[in-house]
C-alpha cells in the first residue's frame, strides 16, 4: 500500500523487474506487435510489466501468490485510474485452474501469456503450461508465452539438437512450442538484485507437432534417456529401469532408423516423438 514499504520474501525468489527500458522491451516481445486486447500475467509483482500493459490499452488477468503485491498492485490501478481493465486473482498458479480464470475474467482462449517467473518454480510452471496448453476439446489456452527465465534453463529450453544445453527440457517444450531467445537482462534490472543472468523467451504453439501418444509417457521417456545424456542411446536404453519397456524402445530405433550409438543430445525431438509414439 501507498507509504508501507514492502520486504521481498527470498523463498518465493520474489527480485522486480524496475528498468524501465527493460519492460518496455518485455511488453513489444510479449504483445508482438498485436491489437489491445486480453493478456495473461502470471507474477505481476509490484507492476513493472502490468501497468505499461493497461497503459497500451490491455485487459490484465494477473495471477498473483502473494497477497501482499495483490492487494498493493490493485490499489496503485486505482490511483492511477486504470483499475477498470484489471483483475488481480491470488492464488499459486502452480495449482490454479488458468482456464477457469481466464473465463471468470470474461475472455476466451488463446490469449497472450507472459511473466517474469520466480526461478524456483520456472521449469515446472513452464512445463504445466504446456500440458494444459493443449486439452483434448478444449481450444489451446494460449497463443503466445512470453516468460523471464534464468539464463540457464532459458538456454536449455531454445536448445537446438547437437548444441550444449539440448535437454529434456529442450525436447519436451519444443516438441508443442517454438522457442526463441528474445534477449537477456542484467541482475541489476531488478531489485534485490539477483546472482545470475536472466533471459526473456518467446514461445508459439507449432501448427503440427509430431504425436507422442500419451504425454506422460513422452516425458517419462525423455527423461529417462537424457538421464545419462553423455552415453550412447544403446546404454541409456539398457539403464531404464523398466526392462519391457526398454526391450520395445531399442525394437523402436530399429524401426525408425536410429542410430543406437548416437547420444541423447544428437536425436532430434521428431525421433523423440516417434519413439514415444512406437512405445507407448
Given at each position: ?10 523463498a518465493?525468489g ?57 492487494g498493493?498492485l490493485?490499489?496503485?490501478a ?22 477457469a480464470?481466464i473465463a ?11 511473466g ?11 512445463l504445466?503450461l ?38 529434456a ?26 546472482r ?6 518467446r514461445l ?8 507422442v ?6 516425458r ?36 525408425l532408423?536410429?542410430d ?10 521428431e ?10
Amino acid at each position: 500500500m501507498p507509504g508501507v514499504t514492502f520486504f521481498p520474501t527470498r523463498a518465493r525468489g520474489q527480485n522486480f523487474l524496475h528498468d524501465r527500458s527493460v519492460a518496455e522491451r518485455f511488453v513489444a516481445a510479449a504483445v508482438g506487435g498485436g491489437a489491445p486486447g486480453a493478456i495473461v500475467e502470471i507474477g505481476p509483482g509490484k507492476g513493472a510489466l502490468t501497468f505499461p500493459l493497461l497503459a497500451s490499452g490491455f485487459r490484465v488477468l494477473a495471477i498473483e501468490v502473494d497477497p501482499r503485491l495483490a492487494g498493493r498492485l490493485e490499489e496503485h490501478a486505482r490511483e492511477r485510474g486504470l483499475s477498470e481493465n484489471l483483475r488481480v486473482v491470488v492464488g499459486d498458479a502452480l495449482e490454479l485452474d488458468l482456464g477457469a480464470a481466464i473465463a471468470g475474467f470474461g475472455a476466451a482462449p488463446p490469449l497472450p501469456i507472459c511473466g517474469n517467473l520466480p526461478f524456483s518454480v520456472a521449469s515446472p510452471l513452464l512445463l504445466r503450461l504446456i500440458e494444459g496448453h493443449a486439452t483434448p476439446g478444449d481450444p489451446p489456452l494460449f497463443d503466445a508465452l512470453t516468460l523471464t527465465l534464468q539464463k540457464e534453463v532459458a538456454d536449455r529450453v531454445v536448445a537446438r539438437r547437437g548444441e550444449r544445453d539440448y535437454s529434456a527440457l529442450s525436447v519436451v517444450v519444443q516438441q508443442a512450442l517454438r522457442a526463441e531467445l528474445a534477449f537477456r537482462i542484467h541482475p541489476g534490472a531488478f531489485r534485490p538484485r539477483p546472482r545470475v543472468v536472466s533471459a526473456v523467451i518467446r514461445l508459439t504453439p507449432r501448427r503440427d507437432p509430431p504425436a507422442v501418444g500419451r504425454e506422460d509417457h513422452f516425458r517419462a521417456l525423455v527423461r529417462g534417456l537424457f538421464a545419462h545424456r553423455r552415453k550412447t542411446l544403446r546404454n541409456c536404453v539398457s539403464r531404464l529401469p523398466d526392462q519391457e519397456l526398454a526391450g520395445r524402445v531399442e525394437a523402436a530405433l530399429g524401426t525408425l532408423g536410429v542410430d543406437p550409438g548416437l547420444r541423447p543430445e544428437e536425436v532430434a525431438v521428431e525421433e523423440f516423438a516417434a519413439l514415444s509414439r512406437l512405445t507407448c
